[in-house]
């Protein structure tokens, strides 16, 4: 057990020293000294303490304390074990149970760390959940990187697989139906491979209640397989999509519309018009005349009256 005074440092005491003292304080210990350190603090709590029963974080109010549970993932396991922690807090102090010295070690940092290592509880808490937040946005930061780095590796195979296709087609895309016949052969050959990974999970989920590790991984193998071949299928449907949309583009592009083709017959028509073009280097706008000409075209005035 250790006991740290809250008098604006954390001041490590005795259970001597602490008879002695007036102010609140902060207790540190094991699950087997649990009941004995919260005799000590004057911490009545009705509950039982285990800490592998802590799975999630949680605060609640019990008749003559606030008890709560501290899950943590450990930094460098992060899907893995986690910090198990339990804490007491009445009117006075507080009391933190932990089997991995993991909090003796954050109150340690504070203490290296911060000028106001905590006058009260309140601070004292804020500090303490601080400090283990603290490295949250920067884990949380190069996840985020990495999985950009994910997503642009996979962007490079998928432009790398679109080139192949187009490099290698023996003919274009002539229409929309042929288009439909070749995504509906690659999204056949997807879904096969979307069979197989589920019956790959599933293979996995009938052998989890046995203890054979061997099966285990094949079981992980076959699934690992599979979802690669779905992979592929799915970059293989892309890339003929990416094919098709282009080939189609590139006949439809090929087309203009009746407005089209008026607009470009009178813009060339008055580019070739002296008179036109006269009357635009003076700032006026013309349109051509069905009897021959132009006619200038102005703003229409305000109306005075309707």
């Known amino acids: 057990m250790t006991i740290f005074a809250l008098k604006g440092s954390l001041e490590e005491i005795t259970p001597t020293q602490l008879s002695e003292q007036t102010c609140s304080a902060v207790f540190i210990t094991d699950s087997a000294h649990a009941e004995e350190t919260l005799r000590t603090a004057n ?38 074990s986690r910090h198990r922690i339990q804490f007491f807090i009445d009117n006075k102090n507080m009391v933190i149970i932990d089997d991995e010295e993991f909090s003796l070690r954050l109150v340690q940092r504070i203490q290296r760390s911060r000028h106001n290592q905590g006058e009260s509880r309140e601070h004292f808490i804020y500090n303490f959940f601080s400090e283990f937040m603290l490295r949250d946005t920067e884990l949380l930061a190069e996840h985020e990187q990495k999985l950009m780095e994910l ?37 056949a050959g997807m ?7 589920d019956e790959s999970m599933k293979d996995f989920l009938r052998i989890l209640p046995t203890e054979d590790d061997a099966k ?14 779905l992979v592929l299928q799915a970059t293989k449907l892309a ?15 090929s087309y203009t519309t009746p407005v089209e083709d008026y607009l ?6 008055a580019e ?15 349109t051509r005349l069905a ?16």
Do not use: W
């Open 191 to 197: 879904k096969l491979d979307q069979k197989k990974v």
């Open 239 to 253: 890339a003929q999509a990416d094919r098709i949309m282009h080939d189609l583009y590139e006949e439809v592009s």
């Open 151 to 187: 997503e642009e590796n996979v962007n490079i195979a998928l432009e790398f697989a679109c080139k192949q296709v187009k490099e290698t087609s023996k003919s274009k895309v002539s229409n929309r139906h042929d288009g439909y016949g070749i995504a509906s052969e690659f999204y």
């Open 216 to 229: 285990a991984v094949e079981a992980a193998s076959s699934l690992k397989n599979a979802a690669t071949g």
């Open 272 to 286: 070739a018009d002296p008179e036109a073009e006269a009357e635009e280097e003076k700032g006026n706008f013309v």
């Open 264 to 269: 470009e017959g009178q813009f060339e028509d």
């Open 291 to 306: 009897e021959g000409g132009y006619r200038r075209i102005v703003a229409a005035p305000k109306p005075q009256r309707i």
């Open 43 to 80: 911490i009545t709590y009705e509950g039982v303490i285990s800490l592998r029963d802590v799975v999630f974080c949680k605060i609640e109010s019990q008749p003559f304390c606030l008890a709560g549970t501290l899950s943590i993932p450990k930094l460098l396991d992060i899907k893995g």
